[in-house]
């Protein structure tokens, strides 16, 4: 498992975890969104400009 605290966002995922590859995304406790990467496509919830940001930061610096 891996987890991130980035911008006010706990950013989770699991290794072997089922396809799409994708992360968990959570704001003070509560779900935002799961979000396939590295497209960073949608799968359930909202993503902000704020978050498409951090996760695009966090891709080409190839922590995710």
């Known amino acids: 498992m891996g987890r991130l605290k980035r911008g006010g966002y706990l950013i989770e995922w699991w290794i ?21 990467v590295p497209d960073l496509l949608v799968l359930q919830g ?7 940001k951090i996760l695009e930061g966090l891709i080409k610096d190839g922590e995710l």
């Open 16 to 36: 072997g975890d089922h396809d799409p590859k994708h992360v968990h995304v959570y704001e003070d406790g509560k779900d935002v969104a799961k979000i396939k």
């Open 46 to 52: 909202k993503m902000s400009k704020k978050l498409r």
